[in-house]
């Protein structure tokens, strides 16, 4: 038995969720009205034409297609602005500590991300090459909860999706996860990711001899 790990990005590898925040919040102010971090937890793993759909529907406002798409790329230019400056400080604690060691033993490691934007992030935060392969928001049509983007991801690792680890932030994530009937492990609030197999706050309470009880069972 071969195992894979794969990564989800925003909110497990990088705290990115603050920036996707401030640019959907800036479009709600123009747009008249208030988005609350609260209702950002709503758009954490969805895909980002799924996410105007939501903000629309807050809000209460109805676009014709043109400002739709507009819209669209107002708020990744605007997130675009946000991490332009990212480095490798914004590397969530201790995800390197699980990459090097995962590397130490010869695992294939995959990103298996929503975001159109996952490769420049980790090339600015340099961990680009831990990656054997990418699949992101570029590469699939169907959004999480759906399997698609993880079972591409195992399929390109040269891996059977049984034998594979998922790394979720999102509740929608882990549903994918569960989904492709992989090992689904919830990093943040355990309640909020209930269905996730194993739960952990960070990865600081991931230990090494954890990862490697998973490569072996
Ligand atoms: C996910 C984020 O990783 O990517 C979502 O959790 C985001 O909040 C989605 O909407 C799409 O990201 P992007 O970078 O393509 O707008
Ligand atoms: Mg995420």
Known sequence: ????????LDGVIVDT????????????NE???EFTKEQNELFKGVSRKRCLEILLDIGKVEATQDQ?????????????AYIKNMDESEILPDVPKVLDFLKENNIPIA?????????????????LHYFDTIVDGNNVTKAKPDPEVFLLAAKQLGV????CVVFEDAVAGVEAANAAKMIS??????????????N??????????????LMKN
Do not use: C
């Open 1 to 8: 038995m071969k195992r894979g790990f794969i990564f989800d």
């Open 17 to 28: 969720a603050k920036y996707h925040y401030l640019a959907w919040r800036k479009l709600a």
């Open 31 to 33: 747009l008249g009205f």
């Open 68 to 80: 739709f798409d507009t819209w669209m790329v107002e708020k990744n230019v605007d997130y675009l």
């Open 111 to 127: 990103l298996g991300s929503a975001s159109k934007n996952a490769h420049p992030i980790l090339e600015k935060v340099n961990l």
């Open 160 to 163: 059977s999706s049984i034998d």
């Open 185 to 198: 492990i919830g990093v943040g609030d355990e309640i909020v990711l209930s269905k996730a197999q194993f």
């Open 200 to 213: 952990f706050k960070d990865f600081t309470e991931i230990s090494t001899d954890f990862i490697k009880y």
